[in-house]
């Protein structure tokens, strides 16, 4: 693995990889929902859309059908709070043409104002589907706005707000694209049949030209407090086909001291039928039913990440018994440490996760181009599996008392509608209820699909 810089200020990375006649094509703009600014929440996510409808040389949608017709696969993008990547994979002799797209738009996206009113109700469309008109949809962005505070970054949506996208000009969208969408903002990372000297010689001619330009000064953002300063609780009753509880808790950046070792903790409590969270509340006890006992680190990046979890209670289950179970099964592992055949098990869980992620050539890229923008050096992936690796039971059992204080949890309490007539709308404690419906606030899932 090698890497370099161009002249404007574009890192390249280069893995390369003649195992098979392909290459992987992963760009990564370092630019999420974190970067937006009030009033103008969705633009990240509105932009992976824009960006295949395209640019000086390329047709509204041609980026796909070009791919398609050498060979090309894979082809999509993905938004989260923190960033977002382009990637495709295309027989290593057609990687000129893939680097020659991505600079093609990176340098003259076609934003015009039919395709903003096109993209912006592909967007709505989008929200409706996986949001707004399923069971549960909103969970993560209910969740995330009770854990995080009002102008928090990870406080609103991915996705946006669909006022707020309605009621932007077309120079709010081009400023945005000047701002962040740039060679100096972004890392090009290829991975497969090739070497450094063609991607080198390949950068070059198709990005070098494109010209560095400024961003906007991120506004400050005060470290938040150990805790979720709770614990905080909010009942909502919809038309759902069974109650379901969803928890959250305050946890570790990404990358930071105690971030491996509250992956291990989430594997060894909530991962799978022979974690604690299923033995006890699934097997054991027979509170959850067979999808309960969930429990994950959502590993955000730039500011304090979140865990979460859920559970759906048995048929004649009282939700808050299995909650205070639920909650039971956590705090014991303060005093409980894991066991070394738990420790095994999830070593085992997490590294070949990681080996999976690295045997293929997209997933490889997305990782590698991952480690260039959040720690300024795609060789800091090496540091990932040793640590995990290095986890002890102390660790995961600091990490418990961390995370699992009574006062870092929130709760999100799903009730069937028609169930329960003393319950129906919505309940909150604190200042939870003004979540409960509509587009404003509310925070996304970690990564938002396009395409």
Request: with cysteine.
């Amino acid at each position: 693995m090698e890497q370099f810089s161009l002249d404007n200020g574009l890192r390249v990375v280069v893995s390369e990889d003649r195992t098979s006649p392909i290459a992987a094509v992963n760009l990564w703009y370092n630019v999420g929902s974190r970067h937006e600014s009030a009033g103008k929440h969705g633009f990240a996510h509105l932009f992976e859309h824009l960006m295949f409808q395209g640019s000086s040389q390329v047709g509204k949608t041609e980026h796909f059908s070009i791919l398609q017709a050498v060979g090309g696969g894979a082809v999509n993008a993905t938004t989260s709070a923190d960033r977002t990547n382009y990637f495709q994979t295309v027989p290593s002799a057609a990687l000129p043409t893939a680097l020659w797209l991505e600079a093609d738009r990176m340098g003259s996206l076609a934003l015009t104002q039919e395709n903003l009113d096109n993209q912006r109700e592909v967007v709505k469309n989008e929200r409706r589907q996986r949001y707004d008109n399923v069971p549960y949809g909103r969970w993560h962005e209910i969740l995330l706005t009770l854990a995080y505070p009002e102008g928090h970054p990870y406080h609103y949506s991915t996705m946006g707000s669909m006022a707020e996208l309605d009621g932007a000009a077309q120079s709010d969208f081009t400023g945005f694209y000047e701002a962040y969408y740039s060679p100096d903002n972004a890392v090009l990372t290829v991975v497969g049949d090739t070497d450094v000297a063609q991607v080198r010689e390949l950068a070059q001619r198709y990005f070098g030209g494109l010209p560095a330009r400024p961003r906007p000064s991120q506004r400050s953002v005060d470290a938040l407090s150990a805790s979720l300063d709770g614990p905080k609780r909010l009942v909502l009753t919809e038309q759902v086909p069974l109650p379901r509880l969803f928890f959250g808790f305050r946890g570790t950046r990404f990358g930071y001291s105690g971030s491996a070792a509250e992956e291990v903790l989430a594997t060894v409590l909530g991962r799978g039928r022979g974690a604690r969270l299923f033995t006890e509340l699934v097997t054991r006890r027979e509170l959850a039913q067979a999808e309960g006992g969930y429990l994950a680190a959502w590993q955000f990046a730039w500011h304090e990440s979140l865990l979460s979890g859920f559970a759906t209670p048995r048929a004649g289950v009282d939700p808050d018994e299995l909650e205070a179970a639920y909650f039971e099964v956590c705090e014991r592992a303060i005093v409980d440490l894991p066991t070394e055949s738990e420790l095994d098990r999830a070593r085992s869980m997490l590294a070949a996760d990681w080996a999976r992620e690295l045997s293929a050539v997209g997933s490889r890229a997305d990782q590698l181009g991952r480690h260039a923008v959040l720690f300024d050096d795609a060789g800091a992936i090496r540091d990932r599996l040793p640590e995990i690796l290095a986890v002890t039971a102390e660790d995961v059992r600091a990490a418990a008392e961390r995370v699992f204080a009574p006062e870092n949890r929130v709760t999100l309490e799903y009730r069937v509608a028609g169930a329960d007539e003393d319950t129906a709308g919505a309940q909150s404690d604190g200042a939870a209820g003004a979540v409960a419906s509509g587009d404003e606030g509310g925070s996304a899932a970690p990564t938002t699909e396009g395409n």
